[in-house]
């Protein structure tokens, strides 16, 4: 018999250690996070020299009127005529989709998927994939 709380197998939960060589990660993009030295994924560790980093925008940014200034216009024209027109020239931008940042080098691959709500987001994620490139 075994004494309690003596591995049995099973799932045993991942304690987080810190790395041996002292290579803090200091950035993530998406479910990858990087360190000076070496790229941290769900399939492993590598070095971060030598990698390849893509990204794809598959982000789209709508502009249309919005549903409450429709309704005002169609309101405020009883009264005025004109000036429940001007409502209409109301926009609205809304963005969606994700942006996919793929990273290889090492025999591996791994990709990942950042949903965005905002064009500024885009940005930002390119900005994060360009330092790291310089990193490599």
Not at 98 to 107: A, N
Not at 114 to 120: E, F, K, L, R, S
Request: glycine share 8%; aromatic share 10%; proline share 7%.
């Amino acid at each position: 018999m075994k004494p309690y709380g003596a591995a049995t197998g099973g799932y045993q939960p991942a304690v987080p250690q810190p790395p041996a060589d002292g290579d803090v990660p200091f950035g993530t993009i998406g479910e990858t996070a990087f360190s000076q030295h070496t790229v941290i994924t769900p399939v492993g560790r590598f070095p971060v020299r030598g990698t390849v980093w893509t990204v794809n925008d598959m982000s789209r940014t709508d502009r249309s009127t919005p549903t409450w200034a429709a309704i005002v216009a169609i309101l405020v024209f009883w009264w005025t005529c004109l000036l429940g027109l001007l409502f209409l020239l109301v926009k609205e931008e809304k963005t969606t989709g994700h942006v996919q940042v793929t990273v290889q080098g090492h025999d591996r691959h791994y990709a990942t998927s950042i949903m965005v709500t905002h064009p500024a987001m885009v940005g930002q994620i390119h900005q994060q994939v360009n330092y790291v490139r310089n990193l490599a």
